[in-house]
């Protein structure tokens, strides 16, 4: 069964430094990756999505994420994180040809004036 | 106005009441979604449906049911709610031909004394 792992609960950053959020995936066949934020009190919201292609996707907010498939990690990345960067940030994999989406449990990013 | 409505935003209801959430969506999807969110949890899958005629059971769809009224209607119900249910709800559409993006609904909080 197809499922992610985000290993961190929360994650600090201060303003102006990279940020990084981890995630790993297993499944049986080729992955459908992507990552989505969810600010307070909102819904989630698509962030970028790996299909195929060029390793390093990019996406909305200036956040980009890398596909490592020997890694099986889809890290996401932002060079220079902004205090409203803050928010809750979930990783979703997706087998080809299954059309549900498995969620990792979310980090919370913490960005520091 | 938002393309995934849910109502209620937020309820309070006992044990043993009957409760049914709302979704509709103005995006012109095929495909429906409800998702139940709790912290260190992440998003869990509780029933899909691909269309109208189509339902189809989640991960977690146990003391849930579902009805997909129309194409912009799904609507989620818990016959006998118990303390358990107490979580976020979010209704998610998307698209056949779509590679996995969900479009979220702004989410019901349910509470359960």
């Given at each position: 069964?197809?499922?992610?792992?985000?290993?961190?609960?929360q994650?600090?950053?201060?303003?102006?430094?990279?940020?990084?959020v981890?995630?790993?995936?297993?499944?049986?066949?080729?992955?459908?990756?992507?990552?989505?934020?969810?600010?307070?009190?909102r819904?989630?919201?698509?962030?970028?999505?790996?299909?195929?292609?060029?390793?390093?996707?990019?996406?909305?907010?200036?956040?980009?994420?890398?596909f490592?498939?020997?890694?099986?990690?889809?890290?996401?990345?932002?060079?220079?994180?902004?205090?409203?960067?803050?928010?809750?940030?979930?990783?979703?994999?997706?087998?080809?040809?299954n059309?549900?989406?498995a969620?990792?449990k979310?980090?919370?990013?913490?960005?520091?004036? | 106005?938002?393309?995934?409505?849910?109502?209620?935003?937020?309820r309070?209801?006992?044990?043993?009441?009957?409760?049914?959430?709302?979704?509709?969506?103005?995006?012109?999807?095929?495909?429906?979604?409800?998702?139940?969110?709790?912290?260190?949890?992440?998003?869990?899958?509780?029933?899909?449906?691909?269309?109208?005629?189509?339902?189809?059971?989640?991960?977690?769809?146990?003391?849930?049911?579902?009805?997909?009224?129309?194409?912009?209607?799904?609507?989620?119900?818990?016959?006998?709610?118990?303390?358990?249910?107490?979580?976020?709800?979010?209704?998610?559409?998307?698209?056949?031909?779509?590679?996995?993006?969900?479009?979220?609904?702004?989410?019901?909080?349910?509470?359960?004394?």
């Amino acid at each position: 069964a197809q499922s992610v792992a985000q290993p961190e609960d929360q994650v600090n950053v201060a303003e102006g430094n990279p940020l990084t959020v981890k995630c790993t995936y297993s499944v049986s066949g080729n992955p459908y990756l992507f990552w989505y934020v969810q600010y307070p009190n909102r819904g989630l919201q698509f962030l970028l999505k790996y299909i195929t292609g060029d390793n390093l996707v990019k996406g909305s907010y200036g956040f980009e994420a890398e596909f490592n498939k020997s890694q099986t990690s889809f890290h996401l990345k932002k060079p220079s994180a902004l205090v409203s960067d803050s928010a809750l940030y979930f990783c979703a994999v997706r087998e080809g040809g299954n059309n549900r989406l498995a969620f990792g449990k979310g980090n919370q990013v913490v960005v520091i004036p | 106005d938002a393309d995934v409505t849910q109502t209620p935003r937020n309820r309070i209801t006992k044990t043993g009441k009957r409760i049914m959430l709302e979704c509709s969506q103005t995006k012109g999807h095929d495909r429906m979604y409800w998702y139940r969110q709790d912290p260190g949890l992440g998003l869990r899958l509780i029933y899909y449906s691909f269309d109208v005629k189509d339902i189809n059971k989640g991960e977690i769809s146990d003391g849930y049911s579902v009805s997909r009224q129309a194409q912009a209607k799904f609507s989620l119900s818990l016959e006998s709610a118990i303390p358990n249910q107490t979580a976020l709800y979010f209704c998610a559409t998307s698209f056949l031909g779509n590679t996995g993006e969900l479009f979220f609904g702004e989410g019901s909080r349910l509470t359960v004394l």
